[in-house]
């Protein structure tokens, strides 16, 4: 299988990012533009960023194996976009075996293909679902958000909700609490039964 680029790889995250002791492989690229992106290296070019294959990703974070197990941990594929790369998470599972948690932190703002291949492979979802109105989905990110809902409705649908947290940010210049609350109560009428609402910080962003 072919690289795929990565912005970095993180090791011993303690319950940031999913269950136990976990390790964050962020990849290169991502479908939407946020305003204040966390990651903007994610969008910039990706010469000079280590890539691997699943293959030699998984040999460089085996080495925490004992921790994962211990822990009940594992690995969180982050970005960017990892939902862009199902072939290489189901490659990247079929290498560590079924013990590993894997966890998804996602915008799902992706194919529906893609989200069916990969969901097998994954234990967790995290889901930056932003906003649900597509109006302010559009100012903050550039693109409708009618993908990702529909992704997000086939999870729930596949039964997933007890493996979903969505992300439910109040967005600084963009949405407002009752906007927020809107969002949490028109996902909670689809299904979502977990979520993390918190505050955008708009100081650190570029
Ligand atoms: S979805 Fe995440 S990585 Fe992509 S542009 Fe938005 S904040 Fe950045």
Redesign the pocket.
């Known amino acids: 299988m072919e690289e795929a680029a990565f912005i970095g790889v993180a090791r011993h995250r303690l319950r940031t990012d999913g269950e136990g002791v976990t390790t964050l492989a962020a990849f290169h690229g991502?479908?939407?533009?946020?305003r204040?992106?966390?990651?903007?290296q994610?969008?910039r070019f990706a010469q000079s960023l280590p890539a691997f294959t699943p293959q030699t990703l998984y040999e460089m974070v085996r080495v925490d194996n004992l921790y994962f197990l211990a822990t009940g941990g594992g690995v969180t594929f982050g970005?960017?976009?990892p939902a862009l790369h199902p072939a290489f998470i189901t490659r990247f599972r079929e290498l560590c075996g079924p013990e590993w948690g894997l966890t998804l932190e996602s915008?799902l703002n992706v194919p529906a293909e893609n989200v069916r291949q990969l969901a097998p492979a994954i234990n967790h979802f995290i889901i930056?679902i932003k906003d649900t109105c597509d109006e302010i989905y559009q100012r903050y990110?550039g693109r409708s958000n009618r993908q990702a809902l529909d992704n997000l409705q086939w999870l729930l649908q596949e039964g997933r909700a007890n493996d979903i947290l969505v992300r439910l940010p109040l967005i600084p210049e963009f949405n407002t609490p009752a906007d927020v609350d809107r969002s949490q109560e028109y996902l909670q009428s689809l299904g979502v039964r977990h979520f993390d609402r918190f505050t955008y910080r708009t100081d650190i962003q570029k």
């Open positions: 991502c479908t939407l533009r946020c204040y992106c966390l990651n903007p994610c969008l970005g960017g976009e915008a930056d990110t």
